[in-house]
Nanobody, 124 residues
Framework: QVRVIESGGGLVQAGTSLTLSCKTS????????VGWFRQPPGKEREFVAS????????IYEDSVKDRFTISRDRSMHTVSLQMSSLMPEDTAVYYC?????????????????WGNGTLVTVSS
């Protein structure tokens, strides 16, 4: 059974940094794109960042592109989301998802396996 597991969420103050991690079990997904999405309170889930299978292509949502960095360690089968200069509007449940294909994508239908999410709360 495939599982996608996020970790690293928590309560932080505005202006600080936090790193989320995503690991998979049951399949390494080394040849698949991986994405991060988030769902702010009372809002729909939205795209945050995505990385291709080999890390060569990375895409970001406009509001995070200068503050967040997505990376992957294929040997460790992990994908990380480094978040800096956090703002209260970054408060959300953050989800990691594994894509059907090798490329990165901002479209949620491109993703097959999803984690249960990790909560990030940014206080002002």
């Amino acid at each position: 059974q495939v599982r996608v597991i996020e970790s690293g969420g928590g309560l932080v103050q505005a202006g600080t940094s936090l790193t989320l991690s995503c690991k998979t079990s049951g399949n390494t997904f080394s040849n698949n794109g991986v994405g991060w999405f988030r769902q702010p309170p009372g809002k729909e889930r939205e795209f945050v960042a995505s990385i291709s299978w080999n890390g060569g292509d990375k895409i970001y949502e406009d509001s995070v592109k200068d503050r967040f960095t997505i990376s992957r360690d294929r040997s460790m089968h992990t994908v990380s989301l480094q978040m800096s200069s956090l703002m209260p509007e970054d408060t959300a449940v953050y989800y990691c998802a594994v894509a059907l294909r090798a490329s990165s994508s901002r479209v949620n239908t491109a993703y097959r396996y999803w984690g249960n999410g990790t909560l990030v709360t940014v206080s002002s």
